[in-house]
């Protein structure tokens, strides 16, 4: 749903650098090249964010 904080396996900050990250890939980017730049070297790390799905849009919908 949203982005976690941290990374669940290391403990890595990693919320603060998804919005740069999916704005990069969305302008067709590479997403091994942004994540480089942006200085993510951990698997588990590239794992949380190549992995993420932007749900709260879907889920806001059935807010009570």
């Known amino acids: 749903m949203i982005i976690p904080v941290r990374c669940f396996s ?7 650098l998804y919005h740069k990250f999916a704005e990069e890939v969305q302008k ?6 942004v994540l480089d730049e942006l200085g993510v070297k951990r698997y588990c790390c590239r794992r949380m964010l ?5 749900l709260i849009d879907e889920v806001i919908k059935y807010k009570v």
């Open 10 to 16: 290391c403990g890595k900050v990693i919320g603060d």
């Open 28 to 33: 067709g980017r590479d997403p091994k090249e």
């Open 50 to 54: 190549l992995s993420h799905v932007e």
